[in-house]
Protein backbone atom coordinates (compact mmCIF):
# COMPACT_ATOMS: atom_id res chain seq x y z
CA UNK A 1 0.00 0.00 0.00
CA UNK A 2 1.63 3.78 -0.83
CA UNK A 3 2.82 5.46 2.26
CA UNK A 4 2.42 9.04 3.01
CA UNK A 5 4.97 10.12 0.56
CA UNK A 6 3.39 8.62 -2.50
CA UNK A 7 0.12 10.82 -2.28
CA UNK A 8 1.60 13.86 -1.24
CA UNK A 9 3.70 13.34 -4.32
CA UNK A 10 0.79 12.45 -6.09
CA UNK A 11 -1.46 15.51 -5.05
CA UNK A 12 1.46 17.81 -6.43
CA UNK A 13 1.74 16.26 -9.15
CA UNK A 14 -1.99 15.97 -10.19
CA UNK A 15 -1.82 20.14 -8.85
CA UNK A 16 0.47 21.09 -11.97
CA UNK A 17 -2.20 19.48 -14.42
CA UNK A 18 -5.62 20.40 -12.77
CA UNK A 19 -5.30 23.37 -10.24
CA UNK A 20 -7.51 26.49 -11.07
CA UNK A 21 -8.70 24.77 -14.58
CA UNK A 22 -11.71 23.16 -15.59
CA UNK A 23 -12.08 19.49 -15.41
CA UNK A 24 -13.49 17.07 -17.83
CA UNK A 25 -14.57 13.66 -15.49
CA UNK A 26 -15.86 10.25 -16.71
CA UNK A 27 -16.02 6.99 -15.48
CA UNK A 28 -14.63 4.45 -18.51
CA UNK A 29 -15.49 1.46 -16.47
CA UNK A 30 -19.04 2.42 -15.51
CA UNK A 31 -18.50 2.03 -11.88
CA UNK A 32 -18.47 5.79 -10.97
CA UNK A 33 -20.96 7.79 -13.70
CA UNK A 34 -23.02 9.52 -11.09
CA UNK A 35 -19.63 10.90 -9.58
CA UNK A 36 -17.85 11.20 -12.58
CA UNK A 37 -20.85 13.30 -13.73
CA UNK A 38 -20.72 15.65 -10.85
CA UNK A 39 -17.39 16.31 -10.97
CA UNK A 40 -17.62 17.22 -15.03
CA UNK A 41 -17.10 20.47 -16.12
CA UNK A 42 -15.70 21.73 -12.88
CA UNK A 43 -13.05 23.79 -11.78
CA UNK A 44 -10.47 22.15 -9.45
CA UNK A 45 -9.73 24.24 -6.75
CA UNK A 46 -6.87 22.20 -5.27
CA UNK A 47 -5.40 18.26 -4.25
CA UNK A 48 -4.14 17.78 -0.64
CA UNK A 49 -2.87 15.08 1.04
CA UNK A 50 -3.46 13.69 4.51
CA UNK A 51 -1.99 10.87 5.14
CA UNK A 52 -2.52 8.01 2.54
CA UNK A 53 -5.87 9.98 1.88
CA UNK A 54 -6.23 12.08 -1.27
CA UNK A 55 -8.63 14.99 -1.69
CA UNK A 56 -9.40 17.25 -4.57
CA UNK A 57 -11.66 20.50 -4.01
CA UNK A 58 -13.73 21.77 -6.61
CA UNK A 59 -14.87 25.49 -7.25
CA UNK A 60 -18.91 24.16 -6.34
CA UNK A 61 -18.12 22.76 -3.23
CA UNK A 62 -17.75 19.00 -4.16
CA UNK A 63 -15.26 17.33 -3.06
CA UNK A 64 -13.50 14.25 -4.45
CA UNK A 65 -12.19 11.38 -1.69
CA UNK A 66 -9.48 8.94 -3.08
CA UNK A 67 -7.63 6.22 -0.93
CA UNK A 68 -5.63 3.80 -3.41
CA UNK A 69 -5.52 0.80 -0.97
CA UNK A 70 -3.48 -1.97 -1.70
CA UNK A 71 -3.60 -2.12 -5.80
CA UNK A 72 -5.45 1.19 -6.47
CA UNK A 73 -3.20 3.86 -9.24
CA UNK A 74 -3.68 6.85 -10.12
CA UNK A 75 -1.76 8.28 -13.19
CA UNK A 76 -1.11 10.03 -16.31
CA UNK A 77 -2.46 7.53 -19.33
CA UNK A 78 -2.65 8.11 -23.07
CA UNK A 79 -5.45 9.29 -25.27
CA UNK A 80 -7.36 5.95 -24.92
CA UNK A 81 -8.65 4.38 -21.94
CA UNK A 82 -6.97 0.86 -21.20
CA UNK A 83 -7.85 -1.67 -18.35
CA UNK A 84 -10.59 -0.78 -15.53
CA UNK A 85 -10.61 2.45 -15.05
CA UNK A 86 -12.83 4.09 -12.44
CA UNK A 87 -12.35 7.90 -13.11
CA UNK A 88 -10.62 9.82 -15.68
CA UNK A 89 -9.48 13.31 -15.04
CA UNK A 90 -8.83 15.23 -18.39
CA UNK A 91 -7.92 18.48 -18.95
CA UNK A 92 -7.48 20.38 -22.47
CA UNK A 93 -5.59 23.44 -22.50
CA UNK A 94 -5.40 26.28 -25.53
CA UNK A 95 -2.88 25.24 -27.68
CA UNK A 96 -1.32 22.55 -25.43
CA UNK A 97 -2.22 19.20 -25.95
CA UNK A 98 -4.94 17.26 -23.55
CA UNK A 99 -3.57 15.52 -20.49
CA UNK A 100 -5.47 12.32 -18.83
CA UNK A 101 -5.31 10.82 -15.27
CA UNK A 102 -6.72 7.42 -14.88
CA UNK A 103 -7.48 5.92 -11.65
CA UNK A 104 -7.71 2.39 -11.48
CA UNK A 105 -8.52 -0.28 -8.39
CA UNK A 106 -9.03 2.31 -5.33
CA UNK A 107 -10.14 1.12 -2.36
CA UNK A 108 -12.06 4.18 -2.16
CA UNK A 109 -13.63 6.77 -4.72
CA UNK A 110 -16.38 8.74 -3.44
CA UNK A 111 -17.85 12.18 -4.34
CA UNK A 112 -19.22 14.67 -0.98
CA UNK A 113 -20.00 17.58 0.03
CA UNK A 114 -17.51 20.23 1.55
CA UNK A 115 -17.47 18.34 4.90
CA UNK A 116 -16.15 15.01 3.76
CA UNK A 117 -12.65 15.94 4.11
CA UNK A 118 -13.42 17.25 7.76
CA UNK A 119 -15.12 14.05 8.57
CA UNK A 120 -12.74 11.68 6.96
CA UNK A 121 -9.90 13.63 8.90
CA UNK A 122 -11.45 13.75 12.11
CA UNK A 123 -9.97 10.10 12.39
CA UNK A 124 -6.63 10.63 11.67
CA UNK A 125 -3.76 11.32 13.43
CA UNK A 126 -1.35 14.29 12.15
CA UNK A 127 0.73 14.23 9.02
CA UNK A 128 4.02 14.67 9.02
CA UNK A 129 4.28 16.40 5.69
CA UNK A 130 1.48 18.58 6.37
CA UNK A 131 2.32 22.15 7.43
CA UNK A 132 -0.39 21.81 10.48
CA UNK A 133 1.12 18.73 11.30
CA UNK A 134 1.41 18.92 15.09
CA UNK A 135 4.14 17.46 16.94
CA UNK A 136 2.75 17.66 20.47
CA UNK A 137 -0.86 15.83 19.58
CA UNK A 138 1.45 12.80 18.22
CA UNK A 139 3.14 12.54 21.42
CA UNK A 140 0.04 12.59 23.24
CA UNK A 141 -1.76 10.42 20.93
CA UNK A 142 1.19 7.71 21.30
CA UNK A 143 1.31 8.15 24.86
CA UNK A 144 -2.17 6.92 25.11
CA UNK A 145 -1.21 3.74 23.83
CA UNK A 146 -0.42 0.57 25.85
CA UNK A 147 0.05 -1.56 22.39
CA UNK A 148 3.94 -2.03 20.82
CA UNK A 149 5.20 0.83 19.24
CA UNK A 150 5.56 -1.18 16.48
CA UNK A 151 1.84 -1.49 16.11
CA UNK A 152 1.33 2.17 17.16
CA UNK A 153 3.18 3.36 14.53
CA UNK A 154 1.01 1.47 11.83
CA UNK A 155 -2.58 3.31 13.74
CA UNK A 156 -3.46 6.09 11.39
CA UNK A 157 -5.18 7.69 14.20
CA UNK A 158 -2.34 7.81 15.72
CA UNK A 159 0.01 9.14 12.84
CA UNK A 160 -1.22 9.44 9.24
CA UNK A 161 0.57 8.39 6.53
CA UNK A 162 3.02 5.91 7.78
CA UNK A 163 3.15 2.03 6.58
CA UNK A 164 5.39 -0.86 7.09
CA UNK A 165 8.27 0.46 6.00
CA UNK A 166 8.78 3.60 7.33
CA UNK A 167 7.75 2.52 11.05
CA UNK A 168 10.03 -0.84 10.41
CA UNK A 169 12.90 1.73 9.02
CA UNK A 170 12.42 4.14 11.94
CA UNK A 171 12.47 2.05 14.83
CA UNK A 172 15.87 0.85 13.56
CA UNK A 173 17.22 4.41 12.92
CA UNK A 174 16.28 5.76 16.48
CA UNK A 175 17.30 1.86 17.83
CA UNK A 176 13.98 1.44 19.38
CA UNK A 177 12.53 -2.03 20.13
CA UNK A 178 9.22 -2.54 17.97
CA UNK A 179 8.21 -4.69 20.94
CA UNK A 180 8.43 -1.86 23.56
CA UNK A 181 5.08 -0.66 24.92
CA UNK A 182 4.18 2.84 23.19
CA UNK A 183 3.17 4.33 26.56
CA UNK A 184 6.83 3.76 28.00
CA UNK A 185 8.62 5.61 25.11
CA UNK A 186 10.10 8.61 26.26
CA UNK A 187 8.61 11.76 25.29
CA UNK A 188 11.87 13.28 23.78
CA UNK A 189 12.21 10.39 21.70
CA UNK A 190 8.87 10.55 20.11
CA UNK A 191 9.94 14.20 19.38
CA UNK A 192 13.19 12.57 17.88
CA UNK A 193 10.54 10.60 16.05
CA UNK A 194 7.93 12.45 14.87
CA UNK A 195 11.37 14.98 13.00
CA UNK A 196 12.97 12.10 11.50
CA UNK A 197 9.56 10.85 9.96
CA UNK A 198 9.10 14.32 8.12
CA UNK A 199 12.97 14.57 7.19
CA UNK A 200 12.19 11.08 5.93
CA UNK A 201 8.59 11.65 4.33
CA UNK A 202 10.06 14.55 2.54
CA UNK A 203 13.05 13.09 1.01
CA UNK A 204 10.30 10.34 0.20
CA UNK A 205 8.46 13.18 -2.12
CA UNK A 206 11.74 14.27 -3.47
CA UNK A 207 13.02 11.02 -4.31
CA UNK A 208 9.57 9.39 -5.70
CA UNK A 209 10.98 6.08 -3.33
CA UNK A 210 11.81 5.09 0.10
CA UNK A 211 15.64 5.21 0.67
CA UNK A 212 16.29 5.28 4.26
CA UNK A 213 20.04 4.59 4.49
CA UNK A 214 22.71 7.28 4.88
CA UNK A 215 24.59 7.33 1.74
CA UNK A 216 27.29 7.71 3.72
CA UNK A 217 26.58 3.92 5.19
CA UNK A 218 27.00 2.42 1.85
CA UNK A 219 29.60 4.80 0.30
CA UNK A 220 27.09 6.49 -2.00
CA UNK A 221 27.65 10.31 -2.83
CA UNK A 222 24.09 11.06 -2.27
CA UNK A 223 20.42 9.38 -1.53
CA UNK A 224 19.41 9.60 -5.08
CA UNK A 225 22.12 7.85 -6.20
CA UNK A 226 21.60 4.49 -3.75
CA UNK A 227 20.56 1.45 -5.73
CA UNK A 228 17.21 -0.28 -4.55
CA UNK A 229 18.50 -3.24 -3.16
CA UNK A 230 20.58 -1.02 -0.69
CA UNK A 231 18.05 1.59 0.44
CA UNK A 232 16.49 0.12 3.29
CA UNK A 233 18.29 -1.16 6.58
CA UNK A 234 15.52 -3.92 7.76
CA UNK A 235 12.42 -3.82 5.70
CA UNK A 236 12.34 -7.50 3.74
CA UNK A 237 15.94 -7.96 4.75
CA UNK A 238 15.32 -10.85 7.16
CA UNK A 239 18.37 -13.14 7.02
CA UNK A 240 20.79 -10.07 5.93
CA UNK A 241 23.67 -9.00 7.77
CA UNK A 242 22.73 -6.09 9.86
CA UNK A 243 24.28 -2.59 7.72
CA UNK A 244 25.64 -1.06 11.01
CA UNK A 245 26.48 -4.75 13.12
CA UNK A 246 25.89 -7.21 10.27
CA UNK A 247 23.84 -9.02 12.96
CA UNK A 248 21.02 -11.63 11.25
CA UNK A 249 18.06 -9.30 10.65
CA UNK A 250 14.95 -10.91 11.98
CA UNK A 251 11.06 -11.18 11.32
CA UNK A 252 8.75 -11.74 13.59
CA UNK A 253 4.64 -10.41 13.74
CA UNK A 254 4.05 -6.89 15.50
CA UNK A 255 0.52 -6.07 15.81
CA UNK A 256 -0.36 -8.83 13.20
CA UNK A 257 1.78 -7.66 10.47
CA UNK A 258 5.49 -8.61 9.68
CA UNK A 259 8.22 -6.53 11.36
CA UNK A 260 12.09 -6.62 10.94
CA UNK A 261 14.69 -5.67 13.11
CA UNK A 262 18.04 -6.03 13.91
CA UNK A 263 18.53 -7.23 17.72
CA UNK A 264 21.97 -5.89 18.63
CA UNK A 265 20.63 -1.86 17.51
CA UNK A 266 17.70 -2.47 18.77
Not at 13 to 36: H, I, M, Y
Not at 133 to 138: A, L, Q
Not at 178 to 202: C, G, S
Request: charged share 30%; aromatic share 6%; hydrophobic share 35%.
Amino acid sequence: MPEGHTIHRLARDLNRTFRAKRVEASSPQGRFEAGAARLDGQRCCEFEAWGKHLFALFDQGDVLHVHLGLIGKFRKAGEDPVGAVRLRLTHNEAGSKTTHWDLRGPMVCTVGGPDLVEDVTAKLGPDPLRKDGDIEEFVARVRRKRVAIGAALLDQSVIAGIGNVYRAEFLFILGIDPRTPANQIEEDDLRTLWKLAVEQLRRGVRLNRIVTVDPADIGAPDARSIPNTERLYVYKRQGAPCRTCATPIEEFDVGGRKMWECTTCQ
